[in-house]
């Protein structure tokens, strides 16, 4: 059974990113290096949701499900 990407990003956004960055404003020592892996992390889910190819830009996978990178 396969959902649409809206209702999919609806999820994401409403059950798995609170749960992503719960308790986030306690993180002291959080590099630049830490913030690139978190939002690789974001870009992936995203792009896998829509089921689009890791060379698809980034950009355009935002855009479709109207997402801010």
């Given at each position: 059974?396969?959902?649409n990407a809206n209702t999919l990003m609806t999820l994401y956004n409403s059950d798995v990113?609170?749960?992503a960055v719960?308790?986030?404003?306690?993180?002291?020592n959080v590099t630049a290096?830490?913030?690139a892996k978190l939002q690789e992390a974001h870009i992936f889910c995203i792009m896998?949701?829509?089921g689009l190819r890791v060379?698809?830009?980034q950009d355009f996978s935002h855009v479709t499900v109207?997402?801010?990178?």
């Open positions: 059974m396969a959902f990113l609170p749960k719960y308790g986030s404003e306690l993180w002291c290096k830490d913030l896998h949701i829509q060379s698809t830009s109207n997402s801010v990178p």
